[in-house]
């Protein structure tokens, strides 16, 4: 079956690390993947975006990487704050005549000051 | 803001009431999109219109009806709910239907009783 998973469990990192959330899929071959920022209350916003030929992206503090053999990708914020507290969501865009976007669950991030 | 807003925001519902959602863009996006998203589970698709046109319908139940009028707004008609229809609904759109960044509303919070 097709699934996508993310930590399930809350991260909780000090202020200042690097925090590290995965997402995980199988049976996707998705052109691209997105990770999106859902703060309480409010709809998801988009971060980040990498394609299946890209190994690697940045944006200020934030870093994504994509490894397709391992259908794997990999979210990081370096020097992390408070502010960064979040649920980050991963979605995969899957085509199907139109773009389709399968999301995962979500990882809920406590940035501890 | 996203440029995208939903109303109402808050919404509580017997299962014999007729209700509806309104979604607004303020970007010029062509493709809009409802979603519905419950407690541990991923963003689930249910509807995809492209420049008013119903581009796709993900097996959702017919009490939920949409209605894109034009590009700019789309609506969710609800009508006879069950308990487990209670989710936050968001509206999000896009350039176009290939376009690869999703723009979401605040979302409602629906409770259906």
């Known amino acids: 079956s097709q699934k996508i998973e993310q930590n399930s469990e809350a991260l909780n990192i000090q202020e200042g690390k690097t925090a590290t959330l995965t997402c995980n899929y199988t049976?996707?071959?998705?052109?691209?993947l997105q990770w999106y920022r859902q703060d309480p209350g409010r709809g998801p916003v988009f971060l980040l975006l990498?394609?299946?030929?890209?190994k690697e992206k940045r944006k200020e503090r934030l870093k994504v990487t994509f490894d397709t053999t391992l259908k794997q990708s990999l979210f990081h914020i370096t020097a992390s704050q408070p502010a960064d507290s979040a649920t980050y969501l991963c979605?995969?865009?899957?085509?199907?005549?139109?773009?389709?976007?399968?999301f995962g669950t979500g990882t809920r991030l406590k940035v501890l000051a | 803001e996203t440029g995208v807003t939903q109303t109402p925001r808050h919404l509580v519902m017997g299962m014999t009431n007729k209700k509806s959602l309104k979604c607004e863009q303020h970007?010029?996006?062509?493709?809009m999109y409802w979603y519905k998203q419950s407690a541990k589970k991923p963003l689930e698709l249910m509807f995809v219109?492209?420049?008013?046109?119903?581009?796709e319908n993900n097996s959702v139940p017919s009490r939920f009806s949409p209605e894109c009028p034009n590009s700019s707004h789309l609506f969710l008609h609800l009508h006879t709910l069950q308990p487990e229809d209670s989710a936050l609904y968001l509206c999000?759109?896009?350039?176009?239907?290939?376009?690869?960044?999703?723009?979401f509303g605040p979302g409602t919070r629906l409770l259906v009783l």
């Open positions: 979605a995969l865009a899957v085509t199907s005549g139109t773009y389709k976007y399968i």
């Open positions: 049976n996707y071959s998705p052109a691209y």
């Open positions: 999000a759109s896009s350039q176009g239907t290939a376009q690869e960044t999703q723009y």
């Open positions: 990498i394609r299946e030929n890209e």
């Open positions: 970007l010029g996006h062509n493709a």
């Open positions: 219109y492209s420049l008013e046109e119903r581009v």
